[in-house]
């Protein structure tokens, strides 16, 4: 089971950035898949996770209405559209397997990717 989440940086508030999770190893359309950021000093904190099936979302209620998630099965990538940046989006991004989504038992992880909201 391999994740490998890309597409961070820097950016002002209010911009926005497109994580990516690239996965193989396994059936993406089997698996919740969730992100989770960690800003050092800082325990981790759920943001988003989709469902196989019905894909069937998760927010943590401060990333409502700015992050979508999405999937496609056919390239084995999750998505995750950060708009509407802040300061405190600043963290290291992961995507893992969630079992199940929103609560926050992350299985497998790989490498993250690093997101810094500033002016």
């Known amino acids: 089971v391999q994740l490998q989440a890309s597409g961070g940086g820097l950016v002002q508030p209010g911009g926005s950035l497109k994580l990516s999770c690239a996965t193989s190893?396994?059936?993406?359309?089997?698996?919740?898949i969730g992100w989770f950021r960690q800003a050092p000093g800082n325990e981790r904190e759920g943001v988003s996770c989709i469902r196989p099936g019905d894909g069937g979302t998760y927010y943590a209620d401060s990333m409502k209405g700015r992050f979508t998630i999405s999937r496609s099965n056919a390239e084995n990538t999750v998505f995750l559209q950060m708009d509407s940046l802040k300061p405190e989006d600043t963290a290291v991004y992961y995507c893992a397997t969630e079992t199940p989504c929103g609560s926050g038992y992350w299985e497998y992880w790989g490498q993250g990717t690093e997101v810094t909201v500033s002016s």
């Open positions: 190893g396994f059936t993406l359309g089997y698996y919740h």
